[in-house]
């Protein structure tokens, strides 16, 4: 059974650069035809998409987020890491790693998520 | 870049059936996966590629997709299934992003 799970600073101040890992067990992040994403939700509101990256390291963001966002995987330790800089208010949300599956090498759907971190931007 | 409508509600007597829609341009030609997402909880997959329901998911969810609306239908409506219900695409548009829609809420009355 794969698991997900999210670590890194509850707290950021504005300005600052956002910081997270998601640590994937129960399975090697190299293998299968997957992705790993990072999505994220403010109290209250929809899921919003923040980006992806295959295991070959190549990435897709949000065209919202992409001057900001940088996602990196680290395969010898089975983790993938999220970082947005020049943070603000806006971006205080609960932050969820997902893993993606992919069919010929296009995007599908999430089928196992992290619990979830919540990070909030404040001074 | 592409938008998913949903409605913000929904409201069903248990036993009986919940509709919920996801408009989109087009829609019917993309693969439209559903999410349930419980208060505080991660949300779970109940339904990809418009109608195929993960392992553990009761036959009770299912989903259609044609034109330019994708539902999700879930029959037989139990206390427990109120929760918010998400769709989500991939748009082959430049930067290949995913899109969720806006989500709505499932009350069982």
């Known amino acids: 059974q794969v698991q997900l799970q999210e670590s890194g600073p509850g707290l950021v101040k504005p300005s600052q650069t956002l910081s997270l890992t998601c640590t994937v067990s129960?399975?090697?992040?190299?293998?299968?035809?997957?992705?790993w994403s990072w999505i994220r939700q403010p109290a209250g509101k929809g899921l919003e998409w923040i980006g992806r990256?295959?295991?070959?390291?190549?990435?897709n963001y949000n065209p919202s987020l992409k001057s900001r966002v940088t996602i990196s995987v680290d395969t010898s330790k089975n983790q993938f890491s999220l970082k947005l800089s020049s943070v603000t208010a806006a971006d205080t949300a609960v932050y969820y790693c997902?893993?993606?599956?992919?069919?010929?090498?296009?995007?599908?759907?999430?089928?196992?998520w992290g619990q979830g971190t919540l990070v909030t931007v404040s001074s | 870049s592409y938008v998913l409508t949903q409605p913000p509600s929904v409201s069903v007597a248990p036993g009986q059936t919940a509709r919920i829609t996801c408009g989109g341009n087009?829609?019917?030609?993309?693969?439209v996966h559903w999410y349930q997402q419980k208060p505080g909880q991660a949300p779970v997959l109940v339904v990809y590629d418009d109608s195929d329901r993960p392992s553990g998911i009761p036959e009770r969810f299912s989903g259609s997709n044609s034109g330019n609306t994708a539902t999700l239908t879930i029959s037989r409506v139990e206390a427990g299934d109120e929760a918010d219900y998400y769709c989500?695409?991939?748009?082959?548009?430049?930067?290949?992003?995913?899109?969720f829609g806006g989500g709505t809420k499932l009350t069982v009355l």
């Open positions: 997902a893993r993606g599956a992919t069919i010929f090498g296009a995007p599908r759907y999430f089928d196992y």
């Open positions: 087009n829609i019917g030609s993309k693969s």
């Open positions: 990256i295959y295991t070959s390291g190549s990435t």
């Open positions: 129960g399975g090697s992040i190299s293998s299968g035809s997957y992705y």
């Open positions: 989500q695409v991939w748009d082959s548009s430049s930067d290949h992003p995913t899109v």
